[in-house]
């Protein structure tokens, strides 16, 4: 999963949300050397990932995708729900986007100095150019690829990817849909995380 559905998925706590946001940074053991409640997000943040790796919804999306990115097949994928959780967020939160990205702005920038160093760089621009809200739109695939390939192993062809974003779409969502759903399942039940979520939701679960 990237950023926005890693911060989501940590609940109401910014503790967790904080540990969770910078998990991909802090390698090993070193995850002990943060409060324990940041070192928990750390771990969850694991958790997730593997959860993510080896469900059968994400593979269906990586193998759409292997073509144009072989092994970073996943990394495309990881970025496309988050555009999909982002577009639909409404269904998810209580929260809106905004409200949301805002309140997430406010815990980086409360703790800034708990932060890995290739966070602290990389932060302001996520912030200044509202990188959590701006997933809602499709066009913004298209745009965080080039950076990433830019910065990043990841290959360059994002025209490819945002193609076959747009031709498999639904196929796309609906596989997000499905997996996201036990995600959550998986959150709230491993983790005992509170997800604050619309009261259709509420209502259904």
């Known amino acids: 999963m990237n950023y926005l559905a890693h911060l989501y998925l940590s609940g109401d706590s910014d503790e967790i949300k ?7 940074y802090v390698k090993g053991n070193k995850y002990l050397n943060y ?3 940041v070192a928990y997000g750390i771990r969850m943040h694991r958790s ?3 959860f993510t790796d080896s469900h059968a919804d994400v593979r269906e999306c990586n193998k759409l ?3 144009g990115f072989g092994r970073h097949a996943g990394i495309v994928s990881d970025i496309f729900f988050d555009h999909f959780l982002a577009s639909r967020f ?4 209580s929260y809106t986007l905004r409200q949301f990205s805002k309140q997430a702005h406010s815990v980086f920038i409360s703790n800034f100095g708990l ?3 290739r966070v602290k760089q990389f932060l302001p621009f996520l912030i200044q150019h509202k990188r959590l809200e701006s997933y809602a739109m499709r066009e913004t695939m298209f745009h965080v ?3 990433m390939s830019r910065r990043t192993s990841l290959p360059s062809n994002s025209q490819w990817a945002f193609e076959i974003l747009n031709q498999e779409y639904d196929q796309f969502e609906t596989l997000f849909r499905s997996f996201f759903n036990e995600m959550i399942g998986f959150v709230e039940s491993e983790f005992e ?11 259904l679960s």
């Open 48 to 50: 997730i990932d593997s």
């Open 90 to 93: 409404h269904e998810y939160s």
């Open 145 to 147: 690829l080039e950076i």
């Open 115 to 117: 932060l890995p160093l």
């Open 65 to 67: 995708l292997k073509p």
């Open 35 to 37: 409060p324990e409640k």
């Open 18 to 24: 904080l540990g969770n946001f910078i998990g991909d």
């Open 193 to 203: 995380i509170e997800i604050s979520k619309p009261p259709t939701q509420l209502e």
